[in-house]
Nanobody
Framework: QVQVVESGGGLVHAGESLKLSCTVSGLTLSSRNMCWFRQAPGKEREGVSCMNAYGSSTYYADSVKGRFTISRDVAETTLYLKMDSLKPEDTAMYYC???????????????????????WGQGTQVTVSS
């Protein structure tokens, strides 16, 4: 049984940092694209950052480039999202998503659509006050 569990969200002030974690069981991170999505109230779910199976290619939404960093642990059981210089517009529920088994050299914007990811966590709330 696949389980995806996010943690690390919270309430911070603008300019501060948070690090989200996504622990996965029942599948391996190194065999598929892994992504972080977010959804703010009244808005569509947005792909924030992704990593390919090899860990050699990453994607970042323009709105977070230079501020967010995706990574995974050596054991390849946990995906992270380090978020620096947080802004009020980063406030959202953040979801970790695992794709189907896929060994592609690159992860691109066209890959980052929710329908490509069958496995989701329950989300962790990030709130940034001004």
């Amino acid at each position: 049984q696949v389980q995806v569990v996010e943690s690390g969200g919270g309430l911070v002030h603008a300019g501060e940092s948070l690090k989200l974690s996504c622990t996965v069981s029942g599948l391996t991170l190194s065999s598929r694209n892994m992504c972080w999505f977010r959804q703010a109230p009244g808005k569509e779910r947005e792909g924030v950052s992704c990593m390919n199976a090899y860990g050699s290619s990453t994607y970042y939404a323009d709105s977070v480039k230079g501020r967010f960093t995706i990574s995974r642990d050596v054991a390849e059981t946990t995906l992270y999202l380090k978020m620096d210089s947080l802004k009020p517009e980063d406030t959202a529920m953040y979801y970790c998503a695992a794709g189907i088994t896929s060994y592609r050299a690159y992860v691109e914007k066209s890959d980052v659509v929710p329908s490509n990811f069958p496995y989701w966590g329950q989300g962790t709330q990030v709130t940034v006050s001004s």
